[in-house]
């Protein structure tokens, strides 16, 4: 079955540690985004990416990085950068329209730092 | 970003109740879009509006795409536990590459 898988579902962090969350899709969609997401809160964009090898910052970039070297994968780099970053991750997935049939979502990643 | 504001920010309701939010916003959007999250899950699509004044259901949910493009509105009708969730709006403005999401309603049905 097409979807988007993220991984690991939990991640414990140290702080001063940089830490990979994993996203992959196999729905063929050119768009991938990041968004963040913290209780009790709405999503913020955090990067997206429209085609291979090309992304854009999203509204809270600081502290994260990117790649986007494959169609199917658009892995998320927190780095120690970031100050608060124990949250909810979700990626999503799009055909190239900006979304207009909507995104497909992972079932997210929740990290915290220890 | 774009500011899509959703109210009420959190309902407690009765099983077998209908419920009401909406989304408004200060510029126009051409598409409006309806989510629902479970806890810890990613939201799944619910209902997609594309022209303004459209009404479309999707089984209990009626989403509603308001006439003047600034706002949306969703109704569950007969609510059931299942329907716990939080409900997100999102919207596309023309030439934009992206979503904007509301902040989202907190929905409790006590059974």
């Known amino acids: 079955d097409g979807g988007i898988t993220q991984s690991p579902k939990y991640l414990f962090r140290k702080e001063g540690q940089n830490v990979t969350l994993s996203c992959e899709q196999n729905?063929?969609?050119?768009?991938m985004y990041w968004y963040r997401q913290d209780p009790g809160q709405g999503l913020r964009l955090i990067y997206y990416?429209?085609?291979?090898?090309?992304?854009q910052k999203g509204d809270i970039a600081e502290g994260y990085s990117v790649s986007r070297e494959k169609k199917e994968s658009f892995p998320l780099t927190v780095t120690s950068a970031q100050k608060n970053p124990t949250a909810f991750y979700l990626c999503?997935?799009?055909?190239?329209?900006?979304?207009?049939?909507?995104?497909?979502f992972g079932s997210g990643t929740r990290l915290t730092v220890v | 970003g774009q500011q899509l504001n959703q109210s009420p920010q959190s309902m407690f309701i009765q099983e077998g109740e209908d419920v009401s939010m909406n989304c408004t916003s200060s510029?126009?959007?051409?598409?409006w879009l309806w989510y629902k999250q479970d806890p810890g899950e990613g939201p799944v699509l619910l209902i997609a509006?594309?022209?303004?004044?459209e009404l479309t259901s999707n089984g209990r949910l009626t989403a509603q795409f308001g006439i003047t493009r600034k706002d949306s509105f969703l109704n569950i009708s007969a609510s059931i536990p299942s329907d716990v969730g939080i409900y997100f709006c999102?919207?596309?403005?023309?030439?934009?590459?992206?979503?904007?999401f509301g902040t989202g309603t907190r929905l409790t049905v006590i059974p």
């Open positions: 999503a997935s799009s055909i190239a329209d900006g979304g207009a049939y909507g995104y497909t």
């Open positions: 729905l063929n969609h050119d768009a």
């Open positions: 990416s429209q085609i291979v090898n090309d992304f």
């Open positions: 510029s126009i959007f051409n598409t």
């Open positions: 509006l594309y022209k303004a004044g």
């Open positions: 999102a919207g596309i403005q023309t030439g934009a590459n992206n979503l904007f």
